[in-house]
């Protein structure tokens, strides 16, 4: 386990807090309503005495810090792509069909300074652990070429604030991973101080105007926060405005006197709708979907025109008189042309630019063609789209299971990170619970059962997904370098030509591996109605069903 040594007061202050974290105005209070009856039993929710189940009925979701809104809809896959004779097919996706839920995504790529942040973060909890340091540096070596002089990027690119709000380059698809969880869990423990459900960051280290009594006598974090532990009920720090429980068992504790004061009190479950679903890679479908930006070209589900790249036109300048024959985005015109003629230069960017240059698409996402490619969770394929799934496809599940330390508990096995150890799934449904015993003892399952069900300790179910509807021939040929570990990248960069700006291209890299002309963004599930905003547009009502009065009946 990370342990937290001792830092100056004030900077422990901010040990995780970011400023961005002010975004969290539009999160509603999740007070529960006690004036809210079930439907079904007629019974009051949010009440101790009808047994305490908590009901929040004044939930509304919002994007977690850096993420815009993205309202999915159907469009088809590999639609803008270009016939160029010579062109490979394996270059683009199959034509289909597809619909995206809706989403968020980064409006940005992830820049410089955001990965700084990170490291930094590592070096705060963990100052010992070189490895840990070591492991998420980016690999700058990336720029090297042997004839061509990039040698002063080695050393500045990443550091240096001429390029601070520049794409971070030398992120392998792993480490974008680890960045996606590592701001889940900063994100909502921040949500959670900010808030109050937890001990406030001014409180816990002593900052300026913290009561000092609370700020000495508050336990210390002895690792860092971890989002799925949290939810667990494995990390015990109740604030201010910490969640009331109305259990009876709580209620019980209560009355023996103890439970702090003003009751018994809890940690923040899903139920409540405070905390932030997991950052994560995009789908491939789903970038590009947010890519083409088709939002700004539809009326009534009629698409008025198409498009070829994240902007209006065929062409890759801008026609508005302020700026036109401007290019659009970053990227080589020619082999030998990068940015323009000296004096009246084009893209205005040898290398990458910062993640804001030119103009956002419908969508008001920066830099979905060019400037640098951007990973996808997805795993390459050539043939996917023959076969997947109409409703947002992916190809990549390796269906996972956190592992339980203790089946009496349910408390999770954690590594020396603080993060929950995962498991391949065993089961492609839920167990019955003589399976699950059976499966806990390593015995094997009774024969009555075994014949009959898929999800026996001793069937042979396949959590890795990641090849399914494989065709050997197909994949496995004499000079393929295609694998499970083989990710897909997408958008074009400033390393290459016009034809990998179209949102239909894609191209594969392993995923420890990793460029100069390649970065990412971070995007996260949005739950709850597809549509973001339907005040304006044509609904039905629902009538709302008269509550039930067990007093008249």
């Avoid at 590592?122 to 070591?134: A, G, K, L, S």
């Amino acid at each position: 386990m990370l342990i937290i040594t001792q830092h100056d007061p004030m900077e422990k202050t901010y040990l995780y807090s970011f400023a961005f974290l002010l975004s969290v105005s539009s999160l509603i209070s999740c007070k529960s309503n006690r004036n809210a009856t079930s439907e079904k039993t007629g019974l009051a929710y949010n009440r101790a005495e009808n047994g305490g189940f908590q009901v929040n009925t004044k939930f509304r979701r919002g994007p977690g810090p850096g993420l815009v809104e993205i309202e999915g809809g159907v469009f088809v896959m590999s639609g803008s792509a270009i016939n160029i004779p010579g062109q490979e097919l394996k270059d683009y996706n199959h034509k289909r069909e597809t619909t995206v839920s809706s989403f968020y995504m980064d409006e940005t790529e992830v820049s410089n300074t955001n990965w700084l942040e990170y490291l930094n973060w590592i070096r705060r909890v963990d100052p010992t652990n070189y490895e840990y340091y070591y492991n998420e540096l980016p690999d700058t070596l990336v720029w090297r070429r042997p004839l061509s002089y990039n040698e002063p990027y080695v050393d500045n690119y990443l550091r240096h604030p001429a390029y601070q709000d520049y794409p971070v380059v030398g992120v392998s698809w792993e480490q974008a991973q680890r960045y996606c969880s590592w701001r889940t869990d900063i994100v909502n423990e921040s949500l959670l101080r900010e808030q109050g459900y937890m001990t406030t960051y001014r409180d816990l280290y002593g900052g300026q105007n913290s009561k000092k009594a609370n700020a000495t006598t508050t336990a210390k974090p002895t690792g860092p926060f971890t989002t799925d532990l949290y939810q667990n009920g494995q990390y015990d720090d109740k604030g201010k405005r910490a969640m009331k429980d109305l259990s009876p068992a709580a209620t019980a504790a209560t009355a023996n006197g103890k439970a702090q004061k003003g009751g018994a009190t809890r940690n923040v479950r899903l139920e409540d709708g405070i905390l932030k679903q997991p950052y994560r890679l995009p789908t491939e479908a789903e970038w590009e979907y947010a890519a083409l930006g088709l939002i700004g070209n539809t009326e009534y589900e009629n698409i008025s025109s198409n498009k070829v790249y994240p902007w209006d036109g065929l062409g890759i300048s801008s026609a508005q008189s302020k700026t036109r024959g401007l290019i659009l985005a970053n990227f080589k015109r020619t082999k030998g042309d990068y940015m323009g003629v000296g004096g009246t230069l084009n893209d205005k960017g040898s290398i990458t630019v910062p993640v804001r240059a030119y103009v956002p698409n419908d969508f008001g996402l920066y830099n979905m063609a060019g400037n640098v490619n951007e990973w996808v969770s997805d795993v390459y394929r050539s043939n996917t789209f023959d076969d997947a799934e109409a409703l947002n496809p992916y190809r990549g599940n390796y269906f996972q299971d956190k592992k339980i330390a203790d089946q009496v508990t349910g408390r999770l096995e954690k590594d020396k990170y603080n993060r929950p150890v995962m498991t391949p799934a065993i089961a492609g449904r839920k167990q019955t619970w003589a399976e699950k015993q059976a499966a806990v003892a390593g015995a094997a399952q009774p024969q009555e059962n075994a014949a009959t069900t898929a999800a026996s300790p001793t069937s042979t179910y396949n959590a890795d997904q990641r090849g399914y509807r494989d065709e050997e021939n197909k994949l496995y040929g004499e000079i393929t370098l295609v694998n499970n570990k083989s990710r897909v990248y997408k958008g074009g960069s400033w390393d290459d030509q016009a034809l990998w700006l179209n949102p239909a291209t894609r191209r594969f890299l392993q995923q420890d591996e990793s460029t100069a002309d390649l970065g990412f963004r971070c995007a996260m599930t949005m739950l709850g109605a597809s549509e973001i905003h339907p005040n304006g547009k044509r609904q039905f009502k629902p009538k709302q069903q008269k509550p039930f009065n067990a007093k008249k009946q």
